[in-house]
């Protein structure tokens, strides 16, 4: 069985924020953390996270250990830089050919990497899109 997991931006510091994901009525955001797991000293349990940089763990994790969440930005052997996207069911990767299209990537080798994610590291992105020719 897969790992549910979250995370988002908080509103207050822009810092990450991981945990159980909370829709509130007034369409707000809330992330609450796994008390027993992350929460220490004088860390809040739940905070607001920007909306837009919700994303859930896909359940893999890259070469060196870390999650991987939907809007992670990974390395693959062959060097396409790919973007991670999560469907209901599934994990998917995309390599972006253009700001309008994507070419669907099937397979997870072990030597995937993430190197950033499309929040923090948008130029990624860009590189991807110069590499073919974009």
């Known amino acids: ?15 990450w924020h ?10 707000r955001v809330q992330i609450w953390l796994r008390i027993d797991e992350h929460c ?3 860390e809040y349990p739940n905070q607001f996270v920007i909306t837009e940089t919700v ?10 250990g ?9 390395k693959m052997c062959n060097g396409d830089n790919l973007v991670c996207l999560w469907f209901d069911r599934f994990c998917q990767f995309i390599l972006k050919t253009s ?16 190197i950033g994610n499309i929040h ?4 990624l992105l860009t590189e991807m899109e110069k590499e073919n020719g974009t």
């Open 18 to 27: 991981f945990g159980d994901l909370q829709l509130c009525c007034d369409e």
């Open 99 to 114: 700001p309008d299209s994507q070419v669907w990537v099937t397979g997870f080798p072990k030597s995937t990497e993430v």
């Open 1 to 15: 069985m897969r790992e549910i997991e979250f995370r988002g931006k908080r509103l207050d510091n822009g810092k």
């Open 66 to 74: 870390l999650k991987i969440f939907e809007g992670d930005i990974v």
């Open 120 to 123: 923090d590291n948008p130029e």
């Open 55 to 64: 994303g859930q763990y896909t359940g893999l994790k890259d070469k060196n």
């Open 40 to 42: 220490s000293g004088g």
